[in-house]
């Protein structure tokens, strides 16, 4: 088969989402499936609809259209602010768009007006991410422009952790983020209907013993797609993290001396890594490289160390194992690593599970039937 490719496993794709879906809504939490890392894969949304989430969002016009093309119909979110020439597109493809800029909102309100439709509008709040928001004192004046302004309704507000910042929000930011949507009806009188939390690197606060508050969404990526933490990059109990594999072919497999002194140091990250010393090893070049994902978010069978990469080769030691040309070797990937795989053309993407899709009453199937005895 065409390598490098990668390989999903939407049935793992639809068991974490429906798992978060589960856990989230016990306690009054939605889960919007967030498909940038994916580039907006229609089968991969259609996994996390299928798993439960109420929607879905995107960072990129493009792969919103993708979703839509592809017969998508769910409630889809724009979560990065809309840029001046894609205002039409982002009030024909989406209907809710996250913003901090009220010259952005006056021109989606526009651009709405046009297309004779109300577009939604969240407000995304600045709390220590440092990366967009509004600063909270200036977020009621704020609000009561978006209100004034035609076209547009409020729908919400949201915060954003972990993104710029490697921070986990804590309890007390949620309780302020709670505490602003009261303030922010208070001080215009609409009703703030969703208050969206954060991302994954949410899930130790939603997960935990904690009350929720007025917060009643989270926008899950990477905890669907992977099952692990952003922050400490962990995985998440009950979650699968081997949705997604990386296969590369192997092009050159040879015992090699590890004396060559550049051999030592990574080029690329400029890392000093420990050798074995020991006169000969065998060094295995995989036909894949920078120009295909992040080669230093992969992870390898057991026993086969990471050397390096260039743009079109990643060299592994493979003294502990027996591999061949011509075979082809499976990698996990990182977000980091994923994110750039399933954007990268050279990239052949397989999915598995597809069959099952749409199939609420075949997943219940293969629930055990209860007998009384
Ligand atoms: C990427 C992104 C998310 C999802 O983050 P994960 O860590 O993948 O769950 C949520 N909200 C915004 C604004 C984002 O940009």
């Given amino acids: 088969m065409?390598?490098?490719?990668?390989?999903?496993?939407?049935?793992?794709?639809?068991?974490?989402?429906?798992?978060?879906?589960?856990?989230?809504?016990?306690?009054?939490?939605?889960?919007?499936?967030?498909?940038?890392?994916?580039?907006g894969n229609p089968d991969i949304a259609e996994a996390m609809l299928d798993g439960g989430v109420v929607g879905l969002a995107d960072a990129r016009i493009n792969n919103i259209a993708r979703m839509r093309k592809a017969g998508i119909t769910c409630p889809i979110?724009?979560?990065?602010?809309?840029?001046?020439?894609?205002m039409a597109d982002v009030i024909w493809y989406c209907d809710t768009s996250y913003n901090t800029e009220m010259d952005t909102i006056l021109q989606l309100g526009e651009a709405a007006k046009q297309q004779n439709t109300l577009h939604d509008v969240i407000?995304?709040?600045?709390?220590?991410?440092?990366?967009?928001?509004?600063?909270?004192?200036?977020?009621?004046?704020?609000?009561?422009?978006?209100?004034?302004t035609p076209g547009v309704a409020l729908k919400g507000i949201a915060a954003n952790f972990a993104c710029m910042s490697n921070?986990?929000?804590?309890?007390?930011?949620?309780?302020?983020?709670?505490?602003?949507?009261?303030?922010?009806?208070?001080?215009?009188?609409?009703?703030?209907?969703?208050?969206?939390?954060?991302g994954s690197a949410n899930l130790p606060w939603a997960l935990g013993e904690n009350s929720f508050g007025r917060v009643n969404n989270l926008r899950l990526g990477e905890a669907i797609l992977l099952g692990t933490d952003p922050v400490t990059g962990h995985p998440i109990s009950g979650l699968h993290t081997d949705a997604f594999a990386l296969f590369a072919e192997v092009i050159e497999t040879k015992l090699k001396s590890s004396a060559i002194p550049t051999a030592l140091i990574a080029p690329k990250h400029g890392i000093l890594?420990?050798?074995?010393?020991?006169?000969?090893?065998?060094?295995?070049?995989?036909?894949?490289?920078?120009?295909?994902?992040?080669?230093?978010?992969?992870?390898?069978?057991?026993?086969?160390?990471?050397?390096?990469?260039?743009?079109?080769?990643?060299?592994?030691?493979t003294t502990k194992?027996?591999?061949?040309?011509?075979?082809?070797?499976?990698?996990?990937?990182?977000?980091?690593?994923?994110?750039?795989?399933?954007?990268?053309?050279?990239?052949?993407?397989?999915?598995?599970?597809?069959?099952?899709m749409?199939?609420?009453?075949k997943d219940c199937e293969t629930q055990p039937y209860l007998t009384l005895v």
Wanted: with cysteine.
């Fill in 2 to 39: 065409t390598s490098p490719r990668v390989e999903i496993d939407l049935t793992k794709i639809r068991a974490n989402a429906r798992f978060l879906v589960r856990r989230l809504c016990a306690g009054g939490l939605s889960v919007t499936g967030v498909t940038k890392a994916v580039c």
């Fill in 77 to 86: 979110s724009m979560i990065r602010a809309p840029l001046v020439d894609e």
């Fill in 123 to 148: 407000l995304m709040v600045e709390m220590g991410d440092m990366r967009e928001g509004i600063l909270p004192g200036n977020l009621i004046n704020f609000a009561t422009r978006v209100i004034a």
């Fill in 167 to 198: 921070l986990a929000p804590m309890g007390g930011d949620m309780v302020r983020l709670s505490q602003l949507a009261v303030q922010v009806e208070g001080g215009c009188g609409d009703f703030v209907e969703l208050v969206s939390g954060g």
């Fill in 273 to 317: 890594k420990l050798v074995q010393n020991d006169d000969l090893r065998i060094r295995t070049i995989l036909a894949v490289g920078e120009q295909d994902t992040d080669t230093s978010g992969l992870t390898f069978p057991k026993e086969i160390l990471f050397i390096g990469a260039t743009s079109d080769h990643a060299v592994v030691d």
């Fill in 321 to 356: 194992s027996t591999v061949s040309v011509g075979s082809e070797m499976k990698m996990g990937m990182n977000y980091s690593a994923l994110k750039q795989a399933m954007s990268a053309p050279d990239v052949v993407k397989i999915v598995h599970g597809k069959q099952e």
């Fill in 358 to 361: 749409n199939g609420s009453a």
